[in-house]
């Protein structure tokens, strides 16, 4: 007689694995750190310039752009967390025991790591949802656009990637509260080094890939699609790196052997160090200099001209940056589009974005040109334009018999609000950026009369204004005290001299 | 034997016994490698002033980022791997708690003001030990809240929400990390942080798993 034992059959193959992947994902989604630090999350975001912007004119450029803009602190934290979740089998001693268990180790990590970065995703997405459905209902013109978004969705997982992969190889207590203060302190030396023009630093996540110009000459998906593969790539380096430490590529004494169970890892890393790679070289591509110097038609030197970062960034900032490869750099064209205009005495047009605020511009404008409506040479409507490189981008032009107030995109609650006021009243004093400058007598009876329009009008001095020369300050009081009749008359018959800059200061009466 | 050898020797015992467990307990508390975090930190700061000391970003994170960098660390310090077993001791704790929050406080404001000591910036130094004090108290009142292993987050946070803040013309007291080292108020604000936090965690400890000591 012989006795059988029953012999138990090891779970193998795609099934078993596809079987109990959920269950193990459903429990790291239930045991996350990240839950318990969702209130934080919320303050992040609640506090951060995305939410402030809520409330002000809803244009689609910033408010998608501001999408990235959100990654600032929630970036950082989640792969602050990440770290600390990364860390948590080393740091209970369960090494041991976990490595009896049949499953590939590197799928166990993993699905720690995709527990976080689903938590994340899914604040982040309802971020995204309540910006979007706010901005449809608040916006007046254009849609959102992909690439912040895309940036994002991607950038979340990049981070808890790199974050799980500093906790996985440093699993001490101190690396997560060091991996999100140094991942943020990464981000501001990126944008820093992007401010001088350094190109690797466009691929950081929270570099705008859409520019508030969008609104006037549109934007491309060049850069949003570089910094995603350059996102993609660091979380497939990221995450093969993990799975190599465990599964050795090259084991045996004296001789390399290729173990199989380590080539997914092996795959994921190279993919991910290729993506790298690539995105590091197109954006190395994009000359913003040169393009800049085919724009203007001056020559500029493309790296290394520390004068010259200024204009550099004018042009980055104006259209946003373009990646050679991906087609024609030339100049964009403005998009075509209908102004709205206002009803008032001097008639306000802008782009119909800035509908919401046309009341509001029209007002300040109207109350700054009251006391010149009808004299010759004053403006007969003010009309927004879009900035346009090595432009002025406001001032009183000609167009056919008609003198035209042009004022750049502006809106009401900037905190540049009464700068702008101040270059309107200068420019209705006949203050003219691209016209030879006039005597600095006569630029400075232009500096009295429009202190006199802002204080006709009501509006305070912007704060760097407000050291103005005492001899101007008291001939914009001697003229505000004159008779309002004679005041007039005087307009009447020498406005048009003033903004020629033909009186002086001391001609005012 | 005399009695008075033997009071000696006791005496002696009794101080050796004493260094023994103190150092036991900074041992506990990695307090070495925590010393080596702190320095680590002024090199990294040092690093970024060589590369930068004038751009707007610098001038607005660098003496907000280090100070927290270094709170951050102090909280995660006060991690301790005992759990309750150590509260049943007969020694006083918060003598020694105390102790080591004080010399690790001490360590990091000359740690960044040092690191900060050749930045031409007015103030510099005292605003970033201020920063330091304040930050410290926000991670040790984490520490006692949510534990030291994410004692890091409170700091973090806030420090993300200052930073972000639209410039105001004038800093309100809540957001002292922004003020000039010279401001009284904003030192206030931080040093009254500095001791709630001390006082919570030397009093009460912190709320640890003692299955998470690392």
């Not at chain 1, 207590?173 to 302190?185: E, H, M, N, S, Y």
């Amino acid at each position: 007689m012989s006795i059988s034992a029953p012999i138990v059959q090891p779970a193998k193959g795609p099934n078993s694995l596809s079987r109990i992947t959920p269950d193990l994902l459903k429990i790291e989604l239930r045991r996350n750190t990240l839950l318990l630090l969702v209130p934080f999350m919320v303050a992040l975001v609640w506090f951060s310039p995305l939410v402030r912007d809520l409330g002000n004119l809803a244009l689609w450029p910033d408010r998608s752009a501001g999408m990235q803009n959100g990654l600032q602190g929630l970036g950082p934290f989640v792969a602050g967390v990440a770290a600390w979740m990364a860390g948590r089998e080393r740091r209970r001693k369960m090494d041991d025991l976990l490595a009896t268990t049949p499953r590939p180790p590197w799928l166990r990590e993993i699905t720690i790591w995709a527990a976080t970065t689903l938590w994340s995703l899914l604040f982040y997405s309802l971020m995204a949802a309540l910006v979007l459905v706010i901005t449809w209902q608040q916006a007046t013109w254009g849609g959102p656009y992909a690439g912040p978004f895309l940036v994002g969705l991607l950038a979340l997982p990049a981070f808890s990637a790199l974050g799980f992969t500093l906790g996985h190889f440093l699993p001490g207590r101190f690396t997560p509260a060091l991996v999100a203060v140094g991942a943020f302190a990464i981000m501001g030396v990126g944008m820093k080094a992007a401010l001088n023009g350094t190109n690797w630093a466009y691929l950081m996540p929270i570099y705008p890939n859409v520019s508030t110009n969008a609104l006037w000459y549109g934007s491309t998906l060049d850069l949003a699609i570089v910094q995603a593969l350059f996102l993609l790539g660091v979380t497939g380096l990221s995450l093969g790196s993990i799975g190599l430490d465990f599964h050795k590529p090259f084991q045996g004494r004296g001789r390399m052997a290729y173990t199989a169970a380590s080539r997914p890892a092996l795959v994921t890393g190279i993919i991910g160090l290729v993506l790298i790679a690539m995105s590091v070289a197109l954006v190395s591509s994009s000359d913003t200099t040169a393009y800049q110097a085919d724009l203007l038609g001056v020559r500029i030197p493309v790296f290394g001209s520390h004068g010259l970062l200024k204009d550099q960034l004018y042009s980055t900032d104006l259209y946003g940056v373009e990646i050679p490869s991906f087609g024609d750099t030339s100049q964009p064209a403005a998009m075509p589009y209908s102004p709205v205009c206002g009803t008032d005495p001097l008639p306000v047009c802008v782009h119909p974005a800035y509908q919401p605020d046309l009341s509001r511009i029209s007002a300040q404008f109207n109350s700054l040109a009251r006391p010149l409506l009808g004299l010759t040479g004053a403006p007969v409507r003010a009309e927004q334009r879009p900035p346009e490189p090595g432009k002025s981008d406001s001032g009183i032009i000609t167009e056919g018999s008609e003198q035209v107030l042009v004022f750049p995109p502006f809106s009401i609650g900037d905190p540049n609000e009464t700068l702008y006021a101040w270059e309107v009243a200068e420019n209705l004093a006949g203050f003219d950026p691209s016209r030879s400058a006039p005597p600095e007598a006569a630029q400075q009876a232009q500096d009295a009369f429009a202190l006199y329009l802002m204080d006709q009008a009501g509006i305070s001095l912007p704060s760097i204004m407000s050291k103005l020369d005492a001899n101007v300050t008291a001939a914009e009081k001697r003229f505000a005290a004159l008779n309002p009749q004679a005041r007039q008359d005087w307009l009447r018959a020498h406005y048009l001299q003033l903004v020629q800059g033909q009186v002086k200061l001391e001609d005012l009466p | 034997m005399s009695i008075r050898s033997e009071a000696d020797i006791m005496s002696k015992i009794s101080s050796s016994g004493e260094m023994r467990l103190t150092l036991l307990f900074l041992r506990s508390r990695q307090a070495p490698r925590t010393l080596l975090l702190l320095a680590a930190i002024g090199i990294a700061a040092i690093l970024w002033l060589s590369w930068d000391t004038a751009g707007e970003i610098t001038l607005l994170m660098l003496p907000i980022l280090a100070p927290l960098a270094a709170a951050s660390v102090i909280g995660v310090a006060t991690a301790s791997p005992f759990g309750e077993n150590e509260v049943i001791v007969s020694r006083p704790l918060w003598t020694w708690r105390l102790a080591h929050l004080m010399g690790l406080l001490l360590t990091g404001s000359l740690v960044v003001a040092l690191a900060v000591s050749s930045w031409d910036l007015p103030y510099v130094g005292q605003s970033v030990v201020r920063n330091l004090a304040g930050f410290t108290g926000l991670s040790l009142i984490a520490s006692w809240l949510l534990g030291s292993a994410i004692s890091w987050s409170i700091p973090f946070a806030y420090a993300v929400f200052v930073l972000l803040l639209p410039k105001p013309d004038a800093i309100p007291i809540w957001a002292w990390p922004l003020s000039a080292g010279n401001d009284l108020p904003a030192s206030l604000a931080a040093g009254a942080l500095l001791l709630v936090g001390l006082c919570l965690v030397t009093w009460r400890g912190t709320r640890d798993n003692i299955r998470e000591a690392a």
